[in-house]
């Protein structure tokens, strides 16, 4: 499985982005596709997944109610829309697949493919 993260770039606080991960050769159906951040300095956090099949979403507390994760099948590509942006939000951010479960959704190593980054960078 090959991953490519897009849509990153420059908002200003309040704002909204909308990331973009395309997958090919795949992903299985019975994959999570998750999306990691990683801020300058930080250790690399969990964000938000989605089940490839059915329509289990998770979310780290810190963006609950300002990102969307979602998928287009027929496009293989999962997105993460994110609005009201704040400086805290910035990052480069990372798609990821892998057999990832409910207790494992937020652990890195649940996944075994990832993209390149793209960066999101906010100014307040």
């Known amino acids: 499985v090959q991953l490519q993260a897009s849509g990153g770039g420059l908002v200003q606080a309040g704002g909204s982005l909308s990331l973009s991960c395309a997958a090919s050769?795949?992903?299985?159906?019975?994959?999570?596709v998750g999306w990691f951040r990683q801020a300058p300095g930080k250790e690399r956090e969990f964000v938000a997944a989605?089940?490839?099949?059915?329509?289990?979403?998770y979310y780290a507390n810190s963006v609950k109610g300002r990102f969307t994760i979602s998928r287009d099948n027929a496009k293989n590509t999962v997105y993460l829309q994110m609005n009201g942006l704040t400086p805290g939000d910035a990052a480069v951010y990372y798609c990821?697949?892998?057999?990832?479960?409910?207790?494992?959704?937020?652990?890195?190593?649940?996944?075994?493919?990832w993209g390149q980054g793209t960066l999101v960078t906010v100014s307040s």
């Open positions: 990821a697949a892998g057999l990832a479960i409910v207790s494992t959704v937020t652990t890195q190593r649940a996944y075994s493919y």
């Open positions: 050769g795949g992903p299985s159906s019975r994959y999570t």
């Open positions: 989605i089940r490839w099949t059915g329509s289990s979403t």
